[in-house]
């Protein structure tokens, strides 16, 4: 039986969060060791292709591409309820007036991409690290940029103007949340090592909020610099009760994401989803 599980996530305040019980060990984890690597969600997307690793976080769009070799975990996922990435410029215009125009983006594989292709499907992409997109857009090499992470809430000390919340636009055409960011379990692990895993990240994310401060202690680290009110802030929206468990609403969000992008032939055909509660 496996016991050593490769937990993979981001370095970002928000996965650190959620993942404090489990790394400074606050839970019983029923003799199974994790082993926590820590890399951006393009890589993180990349390996799942290759299914390196036992569980890891992926983007929704991911799942697409990494179907036949992970279910999906009905914990641990970034779902935003009408609110999520925003695509932001130097100043106030119109979404149309970016038409064929230079979008930065955070990675082709990205939900934000996926749902600003669903949204606006002629623009030229211009791949960008998440944490060099607002950099790119006050210089002027790119017309927007498409902002996750904690540039949703400091683009403004920026100089940036928001155009448009992905989120908030999806939730008005489909009265559902975004899902951004999911958990993932190889489907090739024993049932038994499945629902323990699946137990131990409720555990974990449950663990955190109801001992917040100390766990948002642990997660200034991987905060690039935030301050301790703006990564409060971020975590609220990334860290809660849709994250505990995404239910029936979350399973539809994911659904439908999914649903469009095939409609639009913007990812392969997806077929059922296979979720692990």
């Known amino acids: 039986m496996t016991t050593h599980i490769r937990l993979a996530h981001s370095p970002d305040a928000d996965d650190a969060f959620m993942f404090y019980g489990l790394a400074k060990g606050k839970i019983d984890t029923e003799g199974l060791e994790y082993e926590h690597i820590l890399k951006d969600i393009q890589t993180l997307n990349d390996w799942a292709k290759e299914g390196r690793m036992e569980v890891t976080a992926i983007s929704a769009h991911a799942y ?13 996922g970034s779902i935003g309820k009408n609110y999520g990435p925003q695509i932001v410029a130097k100043s106030p215009i119109k ?5 064929g125009k230079k979008i930065a983006v955070p990675g082709k594989l990205t939900s934000a991409y996926l749902a600003l292709k669903i949204r606006f499907p002629d623009f030229e992409e211009v791949v960008v690290p998440f944490d060099e997109i607002m950099e790119e857009v006050v210089k002027g090499t790119v017309d927007a940029g498409l902002l996750i992470h904690e ?17 908030e636009w999806w939730y008005q055409e489909t009265q559902l949340p975004l899902p951004m960011g999911l958990n993932a379990i190889r489907r090739d692990l024993p049932e038994d090592v499945k629902i323990k895993t699946s137990r131990h990240l409720k555990q974990s994310i449950q663990y955190s909020l109801d001992h917040r401060s100390e766990a948002l202690d642990y997660a200034l680290a991987f905060g690039r610099g935030l301050s301790r009110d703006v990564a409060d802030r971020f975590v609220g929206m990334w860290v809660n009760d849709r994250t505990v468990d995404m239910g029936d609403e979350g399973k539809k969000s ?24």
Do not use: C, W
Not at 67 to 74: A, F, G, M, R
Not at 151 to 167: P, S
Not at 254 to 275: A, D, M, T
């Open 254 to 277: 994911v659904r439908e994401f999914l649903k469009q992008g095939e409609s639009l032939g913007l990812i392969p055909p997806v077929g059922e989803i296979e979720f692990v509660n």
């Open 64 to 76: 697409a591409y990494v179907k036949d070799k992970y279910s999906i975990l009905t914990h641990g």
């Open 95 to 99: 979404m149309e007036s970016l038409k």
């Open 151 to 167: 540039g949703q809430l400091t683009h403004q000390e920026k100089g940036l103007v928001k155009i448009l919340d992905l989120g």
